[in-house]
T-cell receptor, first 117, second 113 residues
């Protein structure tokens, strides 16, 4: 295992539901990420947190709301989703986020398979 | 536009055979290139990471090459095993990108007995 856990592993929700995805890392990292992986598309970066501060929001619709209460936990709150939001949502963590370089390897969790009906 | 293209999209080989996966990128300025393995229903796991000055790097039966001049990389798998069945994703990082990685769509490899 990579040291990054995600719950739940599978989630089915209706378009009017509100749910949350949880990610926890046990690696002592300071940066955490949310990615969306849709079929036959590259991973899409959604949000980046560095030392609990959001440093990137990659034009994600407001129906996705991230929360990072501390460096070890990351949440993705979901509400009024659309069927096209069905995908694998991956969380990752890395060491101190700085200039891109060899040092900050990203470690991924197993993902949450989300289905919106 | 920064892009990463991988080929083939999918590949089926027999157990014990070798194979090579390709990655072309247009990311600039280049920082590093990684190959990830993603098993079905799991998150990606890093296999190798290469910087501008590295031409080849091995991790067991996996050998990655990098040609920074032509902006191409390959991942060679030797003596394939059933457990090698997975998606292999090429990921390129641009210098100063603050953690923003550019992902390829991946090559889905199936190893058959």
């Amino acid at each position: 295992e990579t040291g990054v856990t995600q719950t739940p592993r599978h989630l089915v929700m209706g378009m009017t539901n509100k749910k949350s995805l949880k990610c926890e890392q046990h690696l002592g990292h300071n940066a955490m990420y949310w990615y969306k992986q849709s079929a036959k598309k590259p991973l899409e970066l959604m949000f980046v947190y560095n030392f609990k501060e959001q440093t990137e929001n990659n034009s994600v619709p407001s129906r996705f709301s991230p929360e990072c209460p501390n460096s070890s936990h990351l949440f993705l709150h979901l509400h009024t989703l659309q069927p096209e939001d069905s995908a694998l949502y991956l969380c990752a963590s890395s060491q101190l986020l700085g200039l891109a370089g060899v040092g900050y390897e990203q470690y991924f969790g197993p993902g949450t398979r989300l289905t919106v009906t | 536009k920064n892009q990463v293209e991988q080929s083939p999209q999918s590949l089926i080989i027999l157990e014990g055979k070798n194979c090579t996966l390709q990655c072309n990128y247009t990311v600039s300025p280049f920082s590093n290139l990684r190959w990830y393995k993603q098993d079905t229903g799991r998150g990606p796991v890093s296999l190798t990471i290469m910087t501008f000055s590295e031409n080849t790097k091995s991790n067991g039966r996996y050998t990655a090459t990098l040609d920074a001049d032509t902006k191409q990389s390959s991942l060679h798998i030797t003596a394939s095993q059933l457990s090698d069945s997975a998606s292999y994703i090429c990921v390129v990082s641009a210098r100063g990108s603050q953690g923003n990685l550019i992902f390829g769509k991946g090559t889905k490899l199936s190893v058959k007995p």
